[in-house]
Nanobody, 120 residues
């Protein structure tokens, strides 16, 4: 059984930094990509950052140069470093493990989300 656990998040003042971590456990052969999505006040989920197995990355325009995603394939973990946070970064951040290959199937897994609040 695959489990995905997020940690980090919290409350920070504008201009501050936070880091999020995500660990995927279970009998996993490989994980194609790991991503962080954000759900803001409008309840819309948007892709914030994504990293492939070969460490190729993709970022939302709004976070380029401020957020940095990384992963450790040997540990099945991913991290999101968030610098120069702004109030508009506030939201629930979800870790997503995409293309998780197990003996039974290949599918995506979502975490439960962690709250990030940036005060002005």
């Amino acid at each position: 059984q695959v489990q995905l656990v997020e940690s980090g998040g919290g409350l920070v003042q504008a201009g501050g930094s936070l880091s999020l971590s995500c660990r995927v456990s279970g009998n996993i052969f490989s994980i194609k990509e790991m991503s962080w999505y954000r759900e803001g006040a409008d309840d819309r989920r948007e892709l914030v950052a994504q990293i492939g197995r070969n460490h190729d990355t993709k970022y939302a325009d709004s976070v380029k140069g401020r957020f940095f995603i990384s992963r450790d394939n040997s540990q099945n973990t991913a991290s999101l470093r968030m610098d120069t946070l702004q109030p508009e970064d506030t939201g629930i951040y979800y870790c997503v493990a995409g293309g998780v290959e197990t003996v039974l199937k290949t599918t995506d897994y979502w975490g439960r989300g962690t709250q990030v609040t940036v005060s002005s």
